[in-house]
């Protein structure tokens, strides 16, 4: 029993305690630094997005004074120096070339001989045509003789009818007789005109084998060499080129049709050679000819230019690249091409200060100008202004509250670097 009483005594089984909620949460992280953590990030967020949104309104501005200066409107173009009157010499009738008396760049004198085509075709053709006329006379000289004897017969037959010797019939085939030989006497006269023309025109394509200058000049080109046949038959081949004076050449531009209206003839012209890289060459326009060029849609008009060439520095053919001044100001109140396109662009923010789009009247345009309002920064304001003439990057204000040194807007810079192009020089001017 004593043995039974000495063992150890199972220990009883201790029940599961539960902890109440409060206990829990104070032995784990307070709800307190869970709430502040919350709000410390939504301030971060707030103070991004507030911080964001005030550099979205820090907008600057390219700007450029208006201020006076010296516009030119021009008129640009490309076109072709050429000789002043160019006359192209050809053949009239088909041969071989016999002979060549001038060449390339060789002063010639009105009548002068330059090439002879062999004749001896030419000669056979009027050694014939004098043979038919010779025939034909002869034919018109049997004629007439057969005419006064048919005449003759005639009348006798009259008196012999007149005494009844004869029949009437006799009479009459006497008188017919006559008109025939008249007739004849006709046919044959007219073969001898025939022949006559023919023969002119033999010795005229004689005269034709030898060519001669039509004009006082320069050769300019030559087509064919010493032994080449020519065949003239629906148009006269061309031999030579002479330009009558190469001291006086004409550059035959062609100008545009959005254009053509700026310019009249009198109007002075310049324009360069690549020949002559540097020098400037003068012109007078004479002529605004009224037919239209068509290239693929294209339509131009052409204005010839004559240009004295007393140096023979122009040569036919040379390409120039013509200017002609339209309008020229020397103290015009001018702004950048870039200020009349500006445009202020809607700010996504709605607290930004950007300047609303304005409208023009009719006849004017809106250019903006960053002037500094009375206890306020630097705001854009929008300025009418009336233009005039334009160089192609600047243009002339002729009417309009714009007065020399406003600075006018040209292009708006965002914060995140974004700039609208403006070539015209300009300095970054903040809004503020």
């Known amino acids: 029993m004593k043995a039974l009483s000495e063992m150890p005594r199972e220990a009883p089984a201790l029940a599961p305690v539960e902890l109440d909620e409060d206990e829990g ?7 307190w630094a869970w709430i502040l953590a919350i709000l410390v990030v939504v301030g971060a967020g707030v103070f991004w997005r507030m911080r964001a949104g005030s550099q979205a309104d820090a907008i600057t501005y390219d700007t450029t004074p208006a201020e006076a200066r010296k516009l030119m409107a021009k008129v ?7 000789a002043l009157v160019t006359v192209q010499v050809g053949s009239q009738v088909s041969g071989r070339i016999q002979e060549l008396m001038v060449d390339y760049n060789s002063q010639v004198k009105k009548g002068q001989v330059i090439a002879r085509i062999d004749p001896q075709l030419v000669q056979a053709a009027l050694d014939r045509a004098k043979a038919n006329m010779m025939a034909s006379r002869a034919n018109l000289q049997k004629a ?6 048919a005449k ?3 009348a006798r037959s009259r008196e012999l009818r007149a005494q009844q010797f004869i029949s009437q019939a006799e009479l009459e085939t006497a008188e017919s007789a006559a008109a025939n030989g008249q007739a004849e006497v006709t046919a044959a006269e007219g073969s001898v005109a025939q022949s006559q023309a023919a023969l002119n025109e033999a010795e005229v394509n004689l005269k034709y084998t030898t060519i001669v200058s039509p004009t006082d000049g320069i050769v300019i080109s030559r087509s064919v060499d010493v032994g080449q046949t020519v065949a003239a038959s629906l148009q006269a081949p061309v031999l030579f080129t002479i330009a009558e004076d190469l001291r006086k050449m004409q550059v035959n531009t062609s100008i545009a049709e959005a254009d053509v209206g700026k310019l009249q003839p009198g ?4 324009f360069t050679v690549d020949a002559f890289p540097g020098e400037t060459f003068n ?12 290239v693929q849609n294209v339509v131009t008009y052409l204005a010839v230019i004559d240009v004295p060439n007393p140096d023979l520095k122009l040569k036919p053919g040379m390409t120039a690249n013509v200017t002609i001044v339209t309008q020229q100001k ?14 202020p662009a809607p700010s996504p923010n709605a607290d930004a200060q950007a300047p609303a789009p304005r409208q023009a009247p009719a006849g004017m345009r809106t250019v903006y ?3 500094r309002q009375p206890e306020q920064k630097s705001q854009p304001v929008a300025v009418n202004v009336r233009t005039g003439m334009t160089d192609g990057t600047y243009t002339e204000v002729v009417e309009g509250e714009l007065k020399a040194g406003d600075l006018v807007i040209t292009a708006a810079n965002s914060p995140a670097g974004a700039t609208s192009p403006s070539p015209a020089p300009s300095g970054a001017s903040p809004l503020g």
Do not use: M, W
């Open 267 to 270: 109007q002075k012209a310049t």
């Open 76 to 82: 640009t173009a490309t076109g072709t120096v050429a």
């Open 152 to 154: 003759k017969q005639a």
């Open 144 to 149: 007439r003789v057969n005419a006064d004897v």
């Open 369 to 371: 100008v960053l002037r």
């Open 25 to 31: 949460r104070k032995r784990g992280v307070p709800r």
């Open 283 to 294: 012109g007078v326009i004479r002529q605004i000819r009224n037919e239209a060029i068509t």
């Open 330 to 343: 020397d103290q015009a109140l001018s702004v950048p091409n870039t200020a009349l396109r500006y445009r």
